[in-house]
T-cell receptor
Framework: DTGVSQDPRHKITKRGQNVTFRCDPISEHNRLYWYRQTLGQGPEFLTYFQNEAQLEKSRLLSDRFSAERPKGSFSTLEIQRTEQGDSAMYLC???????????????FGPGTRLTVL | AQKVTQAQTEISVVEKEDVTLDCVYETRDTTYYLFWYKQPPSGELVFLIRRNSFDEQNEISGRYSWNFQKSTSSFNFTITASQVVDSAVYFCALSEGRDSSYKLIFGSGTRLLVRP
């Protein structure tokens, strides 16, 4: 049983470039979350999917950010025209959705550390 | 508004000492869930415990114990006989029952350094 995986683990890019990150959730988990964590802070919610539907987006997610989960399995997070302020750790988490009850625990991947020069 | 406060930014102890990490939360919801995660230097958040608002029983798991007190909106975490491998950043988090996303609201974390 594999956990949540993310690729790449590290990404260095120049300002203005586009970057894309991938997250593979735990098999059978229908909820998938993206968070952003800056140095010395706790993770902050960006967006979440239930199956392939993106149901909520944080105000932190500017129009340069887009996320997809086309078949309800893996997800991608794209940042266009990167800025130095986008430098952070991007964390993905997944959880099962228990029918008729509260969601279960979110399990996190190792994260993708983005550095924008 | 919902909020999680971890007032201790950094704690340093000597191995085998007991240490308590504080967590205070704010929510208007009557149904909510509290979590603790550990983030070692590798960066991955490791789930430690989940507690719902209707269950105030304290919990013990090996050297770890948690004290949930609704009266003071606190969910503190104690490590008994700390070990060097416990060195990490620990996050307390909250999710609210009325929020259908169940997104996690994290505190700013407490960095624990256990010295040999």
């Amino acid at each position: 049983d594999t956990g949540v995986s993310q690729d790449p683990r590290h990404k260095i890019t120049k300002r203005g470039q586009n970057v894309t990150f991938r997250c593979d959730p735990i098999s059978e988990h229908n909820r998938l979350y993206w968070y952003r964590q800056t140095l010395g802070q706790g993770p902050e919610f960006l967006t979440y999917f239930q199956n392939e539907a993106q149901l909520e987006k944080s105000r932190l997610l500017s129009d340069r950010f887009s996320a997809e989960r086309p078949k309800g399995s893996f997800s991608t997070l794209e940042i266009q025209r990167t800025e130095q302020g986008d430098s952070a750790m991007y964390l993905c988490a997944s959880s099962p959705r228990l029918a008729g009850g509260p969601t279960d625990t979110q399990y996190f991947g190792p994260g993708t550390r983005l550095t924008v020069l | 508004a919902q909020k999680v406060t971890q007032a201790q930014t950094e704690i340093s102890v000597v191995e085998k000492e007991d240490v308590t990490l504080d967590c205070v939360y704010e929510t208007r919801d009557t149904t909510y869930y509290l979590f603790w995660y550990k983030q070692p230097p590798s960066g991955e958040l490791v789930f430690l415990i989940r507690r719902n608002s209707f269950d105030e029983q304290n919990e013990i798991s090996g050297r770890y114990s948690w004290n949930f007190q609704k009266s003071t909106s606190s969910f503190n975490f104690t490590i008994t006989a700390s070990q060097v491998v416990d060195s990490a950043v620990y996050f307390c988090a909250l999710s609210e029952g009325r929020d259908s996303s169940y997104k996690l609201i994290f505190g700013s974390g407490t960095r624990l350094l256990v010295r040999p």
